[in-house]
């Protein structure tokens, strides 16, 4: 069965007054129907211009492009304004970090909704409106009925982002693209997002690419994990190989710089030094190898993404080191992390 | 953890701590017609050395506690003491050599430090009150940049010439120019990424351990402050739920609010994830702090609740250890002591 997605060498690149600023380099992966397929990075990493990308929100005098990205019969890189309006809202859903932001603060949230049914569908207003209050009575929105008349500041951070998947929902989807959908929420409220996402996944058999920095919450909800570093992907692999047995030494260095809750304090955290490239003058070769204590000379050359464990074709990397020596290299304190740099740096 | 906390002068101190706004206001000389209590009857005391670490949801007051210890704002109602002296009314110019002693980091770099103003001159002004000037205090500032981690040589850089994670390390120099004895940090790190989140946390832990500084770290992120804490405040609506040894609030959490906040956190452990049991969320959101629920203030999200629950407010017990929490039914404990 061909996947619902699949992204091939995506590349996109700005033109700034600094010169190209390559914010996506060669970015390639595949997201199956009821797939969630999480993107972690830090700020800058590339992971939310690619999700933005996949829909066209990046197009721009000033923007290229480079590789494919295919949707069904659609090539979404490629394909043209009329083509993307007809998959965008309908087929491909999104669900941005800020609510607040991303509502119109000027119409109430049930017209919004029942605008993008009606552009997509040839229903009435009053069946629009129907379904948009079963909508938002389905995301946990409490009296619905009376709520689908509220403004996007008369409702909560945590209900305003219901309504945002309300809104993404209304089309029956096939691929839902969420960016940091839960970091302006409280944990309480967060909890209960991702309860939501999960849930519609299993119902719907929506594909998700859920954007996030906060890798508590890919081990939670992530079938298939890419962890993104100067807009490359460093590491793809299934969730519980990425939390076990990672292979990238920056996937090492994230894991090891979250504190953990289970973690009782004084344990130092194995930080990783300096600081993300910048995609204006991006290190030749490994991205990563400045900052990496391991590096050694054949890191000058870019590695390939590729499965480099004989007996795990489905975990790929991008790192020159002996996948034997791994174990030994990322263990800090008994546990995963990036050890000290040696050089100062 | 402090044996002998209990007899020693603590060195901060808040004592029935009140803090209201008024919220709407009749036109002109109107009375205002409600009031948010933003903080509202909290006590809690910093010992020297340690970290007192306070973490609860937006709203829950736990930024106007902040800035009501460091005298940024005036208290409506309770006390602040500071090294036994009461500074809850003190007038600008008696605060000032407090001020010295009391420093606060901000969550936000970006707005907490001037954007005219050149490095050297933010991290000097504090050096000037302490009366150090001229080459004295260009080597003092570069001393403080490579303390922080900076290198020296950009002191005469703009802030916005440096990282979110930079700027932040600015901050905590500039704290520092004073000499102070106590930093209250207001979410330092929830802007920052990971990475650069674990250079801030293990700066601030080397600077704990050389200069014997005590803070009080406020943050929603409960895995950030349970690694910096020695004790740990919850807050719920303006009001301390909890308040126990870091240890014992995660391993041993008695509020229902605490249990929830800490099931809620998304776990990399692989033990949690394996089973990848979705925890008990509490359901519903926090309420309005203007008018607060009656009785326990989560009373409409929790589980336990009963009938008193819905009427008397629970006070803040002692449970052993010292162990304080503000329940009627207390997880894990039998009968609540009268």
Not at chain 2, 187 to 210: C, G, K, M
Request: glycine share 10%; net charge neutral; charged share 20%.
């Amino acid at each position: 069965m061909a996947a619902l997605l699949q992204v091939t060498d995506l590349e996109v690149a700005f033109r700034t007054h600094d010169g190209p600023l390559r914010a996506v380099d060669g970015v390639s992966f595949a997201v199956d129907a009821g797939q969630i397929v999480a993107v972690v990075g830090e700020s800058g990493s590339g992971k939310s211009v690619m999700a933005m990308t996949l829909l066209g929100l990046t197009r721009g005098a000033n923007a290229s492009f480079g590789g494919t990205a295919q949707f069904g019969d659609v090539e979404l890189v490629g394909a043209t304004e009329d083509e993307l309006r007809a998959v965008r809202g309908a087929q491909i859903a999104m669900i941005f970090q800020n609510p607040m932001t991303a509502l119109n603060p000027v119409q109430r949230i049930g017209r919004q909704i029942v605008e993008q049914i009606r552009a997509h569908e040839p229903v009435s207003r009053a069946a629009a409106r129907a379904r948009t209050v079963e909508l938002l009575d389905r995301v946990g929105i409490p009296q619905a009925a009376t709520r689908v008349d509220a403004f996007p500041h008369e409702l909560s951070g945590g209900m305003r982002q219901r309504a945002m998947i309300a809104l993404a929902l209304s089309c029956q989807p096939r691929l839902l693209i969420a960016d940091e959908p839960t970091t302006a929420l409280d944990v309480t409220i967060q909890a209960q997002i991702l309860a939501e996402i999960e849930e519609l996944r299993r119902e719907t058999g929506v594909g998700v690419v859920f954007i996030t920095h906060d890798l508590g919450i890919v081990s939670q909800i992530a079938d298939q994990v890419l962890v993104m570093y100067g807009g490359r992907v460093v590491e793809s692999a299934p969730v519980d190989a990425m939390f076990d047995d990672p292979q990238h030494p920056y996937t090492w260095g994230l894991l090891g710089s979250a504190p953990t809750a289970e973690r009782a304090r004084r344990s130092r955290l194995p930080a990783i030094g300096g600081s993300p490239p910048s995609l204006l003058r991006p290190p030749a070769g490994c991205h990563f190898a400045p900052r990496c204590p391991h590096s050694f000379d054949p890191c000058g050359q870019t590695p390939a993404l590729r499965d480099r464990l004989a007996d795990r074709p489905g975990h790929l990397d991008r790192c020159w080191l002996e996948p034997g020596q791994k174990r030994r290299l990322r263990e800090v304190d008994g546990q995963i992390g990036l050890a000290a740099a040696e050089r100062a740096g | 953890m402090s044996a002998a906390g209990a007899d020693r002068v603590p060195l901060l101190a808040a004592s029935g701590l009140q803090q209201r706004f008024p919220v709407t206001r009749s036109l002109l000389f109107g009375r205002p017609s409600s009031y948010l209590t933003a903080v509202d009857d909290v006590s809690l005391a910093l010992h020297e050395g340690e970290t007192l670490g306070v973490v609860g949801e937006s709203g829950c007051g736990k930024t106007s506690l902040a800035r009501c210890l460091v005298r940024l704002a005036r208290p409506t109602g309770g006390t602040v003491h500071y090294r036994g002296q009461d500074i809850t009314h003190a007038s600008a110019r008696q605060l000032r050599p407090i001020r010295a002693e009391i420093q606060m980091v901000f969550q936000d770099p970006e707005a907490s430090l001037n954007p005219r103003q050149r490095v050297g001159q933010i991290v000097a002004t504090g050096l000037r009150l302490r009366g150090v000037g001229g080459s004295a205090a260009d080597r003092e500032v570069r001393n403080l940049l490579a303390q922080v981690g900076l290198n020296p040589e950009h002191v005469n850089r703009f802030p916005h010439e440096f990282s979110g994670g930079q700027r932040q390390r600015i901050g905590i120099a500039r704290a520092l120019a004073v000499q102070p004895k106590v930093i209250v940090l207001d979410e330092p790190v929830s802007a920052l990424d990971v990475s650069i989140q674990a250079q801030v946390v293990n700066l601030l832990d080397d600077l704990q351990q050389e200069q014997g500084l005590s803070y009080l770290f406020v943050a929603h992120d409960l895995a950030v402050v349970r690694h910096v804490s020695d004790r740990i405040a919850v807050m719920y609506l303006g009001q301390i739920v909890e308040l126990a040894a870091a240890d014992e609030v995660y391993g041993r959490p008695l509020h229902p609010y605490t249990a929830a906040l800490l099931a809620a956190i998304p776990s990399t452990d692989p033990a949690r994830r394996r089973g990848r049991h979705r925890p008990a969320v509490a359901p519903g959101e926090p309420g309005n702090p203007i008018s607060p629920p009656p009785g326990c203030r989560f009373h409409p999200r929790c589980g336990r609740a009963t009938d008193v629950c819905r009427t008397t407010q629970p006070p803040l017990v002692a449970y052993s250890g010292g162990h304080l929490a503000a329940c009627h039914h207390p997880l894990g404990v039998e009968s609540v002591g009268s």
